[in-house]
């Protein structure tokens, strides 16, 4: 039991120090990037092209890690981006920095859906599952309200080439360190091909749709944001200092709605649902101004923290573990493709329309599927019950 503890605390240490070190580059990538000769549009492409790699990893990152175990994946991808990160500093302009950053999306793939899954092998019914996610949120939370400010620090006392040097090389210390520490909760399971589920089961799932479907709107919000806030740097000569600390009051919301645990006692997709509406009402308000901009990104991280837990919950109660990995692969191809959009879409129409009110529709049209879709597996499941004359 207490070996069980020591090796689950493993994963929390290094996915706190991952979602450190990967926050840190949140307030300096787009000045960075427009500092090579990079516009509007071509910082949007950078971060969809990336998420496009990201996605198409996910799909394959989930077959793989069930059959063969999570750990060396975790190892390599942390490996991998390291090296990569260093050659962000590297660069001297925005066509090598687009191929860096691609070959860093792609990654980077294999991370998030291990990491879930073989956390996923630490429950043994959905409200740990939720606990141990709620954790997980709040460790990165923590790191996504310290790490902004570290960045935008970093950038403005060394430079961003230097900051890249030290996000480089923070990525392959937590490497060795995984390495090291790491343990596989369960072996690798050899699964019958006939108890296979395959991605084209994942995708069709209804319980696993809802939980797409929303995945997708949260991360193109979550997506128009990263893109937004840090380009205040570029449109008003903000230093980035400033948009770190923006940064932060979105963590500082996720952190206060992860720590409430009692939530978890709820049904995931009642939670995503709620979630869903704060975070379109969020944005929702940066639209017109209705509130400052801090407090909005509080807001948009409050209900960003209950989302989370309540996503991967939903998972997890839908499938067996043989299957957590395809699963987790297919949601994180699914943020993929939702930062993807909002990227690219920003990108492209930030000059036209308002991000920010493309990202409300995104929002509100999804919660309205997504409450059919519940109210259809409701009927559907009440017409299969017997009926007593």
């Known amino acids: 039991m207490r070996e069980a503890s020591v090796d689950k605390l493993h994963i929390f240490v290094i996915m706190f120090l991952v979602s450190l070190v990967m926050s840190v580059q949140s307030p300096i990538f787009a000045p960075y990037a427009a500092s090579l000769g990079a516009s509007s549009v071509l910082i949007g ?27 060396g994946f975790i190892a390599l991808s942390l490996f991998l981006s390291g090296c990569l990160f260093l050659a962000h500093a590297l660069v001297s302009d925005s066509t090598s920095l687009l191929v860096v950053r691609t070959l860093n999306g ?15 092998g630490y429950a043994k019914n959905s409200r740990q599952q939720g606990k141990n996610i709620a954790i997980m949120g709040i ?6 309200i310290i790490a902004p400010i570290i960045g935008g620090q970093l950038g403005a006392l060394i430079g961003y080439a230097n900051t890249y040097y030290v996000i480089g090389a923070s990525l392959l210390l937590t490497s060795l360190y995984t390495a090291k520490f790491l343990q596989e909760k369960q072996g690798i399971i050899a699964i019958r ?46 230093s980035t200092a400033t948009t770190g600390v923006l940064f932060s009051f979105m963590g500082i919301g996720t952190f206060a709605s992860s720590s409430l645990f009692f939530i978890n006692r709820f049904d995931p997709t009642k939670r995503m649902m709620f979630g869903l509406f704060g975070m379109s009402m969020s944005i929702f308000t940066i639209l017109n101004a209705l509130v400052t901009l801090p407090i909005s990104l509080f807001l948009l991280g409050f209900f960003f923290g209950i989302m989370m837990p309540a996503m991967a919950t939903g998972i997890t109660d839908a499938v067996s573990s043989e299957g957590h990995g395809r699963a987790f692969g297919v949601m994180s191809a699914v943020n993929s493709l939702g930062m993807i959009s909002s990227s690219f879409i920003t990108g492209v129409t930030r000059d036209l329309v308002s991000p920010y009110f493309i990202a409300f529709l995104i929002g509100m049209a999804v919660l309205i599927l997504v409450g059919y879709a519940k109210i259809k597996m409701q009927v559907s499941h009440t017409d299969r019950l017997p009926q007593h004359y």
């Open 45 to 71: 492409i950078m971060l969809s092209i990336a998420a496009f790699a990201n996605l198409t990893g996910n799909l394959i990152a989930g077959p793989l890690s069930d059959r063969f175990g999570k750990k």
């Open 106 to 120: 792609l990654s980077l793939a294999f991370l998030i859906p291990s990491a879930l899954a073989l956390l996923s």
């Open 139 to 144: 460790l990165g939370t923590i790191a996504s």
């Open 193 to 238: 091909q006939a108890q296979q589920l395959g991605i084209k089961q994942v995708i069709t799932m209804p319980n696993l749709q809802i939980v797409f479907l929303t995945a997708f709107a949260v991360m193109y919000i979550h997506g128009v944001i990263i893109y937004e806030v840090p380009y205040l740097t570029v449109e008003r000569g903000l």
